[in-house]
């Protein structure tokens, strides 16, 4: 199932089931359940899947898709966990993960624009595989953590580079409202066989800047849960991104920064592509 949060034309916050180009408007439906957040806190409802045999409420091009999971309990972003861009950047590969907070306020969902912020023109890209927790995990193992997957969606982990070399805290780098994006809608766990062997694709204006599988990860997706598992009671409703692979803008010659005009699309095997215009802060 692909599972969306979305805004109506009369600024209504919805969830649903995508179904072709529509959406089957599960808020109607589970009254009791009125996001998403709330339906992962719950447990899906059993009878979700047989919505795709309704006829959609929405159609897609009517609303505002928002990113999956607005307001997650916890956003966590994985640092250096391709082994392509531990040797893109020259450091040895890490002992543990590097894991590194986000605020719900600073991304956007599908089709939203990418703010590149005022005090800096150094806003980087960094497509990412986003898993988002269904179950309760803590201490966890990597088998137990992976079944405890809702399921998957695409990140556009934006980095502000000058701030992040502020110091060694990298958290004010990823902080910056509506520099990352996330979306379009959640897969659920049964549509992806295998979270480890799935293609991804970055691309600017339409060239491909980042290609990947996520088989080149450091640390496999259940591996990355159970880590954070020990030290955090994961939620339903926590989204992990998984960490990005070589060709960041960062590295390029010259830095291919983001800037106002431009498009930045994030693909991934199974789930979609997210697509977002840039635009500079107001």
Not at 150 to 162: E, F, H, I, L
């Amino acid at each position: 199932m692909k599972l969306a949060t979305f805004r109506t034309p009369d600024h209504l916050e919805h969830w649903g089931l995508v179904v072709g180009t529509g959406i089957v408007d599960a808020s109607l439906r589970y009254p009791e359940l009125p996001t998403l957040l709330s339906a992962l806190r719950a447990g899906l409802p059993t009878g979700l899947a047989a919505l795709s045999t309704q006829a959609p409420d929405h159609d897609l091009s009517s609303v505002q898709l928002l990113p999956p999971l607005p307001e997650p309990p916890k956003l966590i972003m994985i640092g250096l966990n391709y082994r392509a861009h531990q040797l893109e950047l020259g450091l040895p590969e890490p002992k543990n993960p590097v894991v590194i907070a986000r605020f719900a306020n600073s991304q956007v969902g599908h089709g939203q624009p990418v703010v590149r912020p005022r005090v800096s023109e150094q806003l980087d890209y960094e497509g990412e595989l986003a898993v988002v927790v269904g179950r309760t995990l803590h201490n966890a193992s990597a088998a137990e953590a992976l079944v405890g997957v809702a399921g998957y969606s695409c990140y556009m982990d934006g980095t502000v580079r000058d701030y992040q070399k502020h110091s060694s805290q990298v958290t004010p780098a990823k902080s910056f409202p509506g520099t990352g994006a996330f979306g379009p809608w959640l897969v659920t766990r049964d549509e992806i066989a295998d979270p480890d062997a799935l293609n991804l694709v970055t691309r600017l204006n339409g060239e491909v800047v980042q290609k990947t599988s996520t088989s080149d990860m450091i640390w496999t997706v259940g591996e990355l849960l159970a880590y954070l598992s020990t030290f955090l009671e994961l939620q339903p409703g926590d989204v992990v991104a998984t960490g990005t692979t070589n060709g960041v803008g960062s590295m390029r010659t010259p830095p291919r920064w983001l800037a106002a005009g431009d498009r930045i699309e994030v693909e991934i095997d199974g789930i979609g592509v997210l697509t977002n215009p840039v635009v500079e802060e107001a």
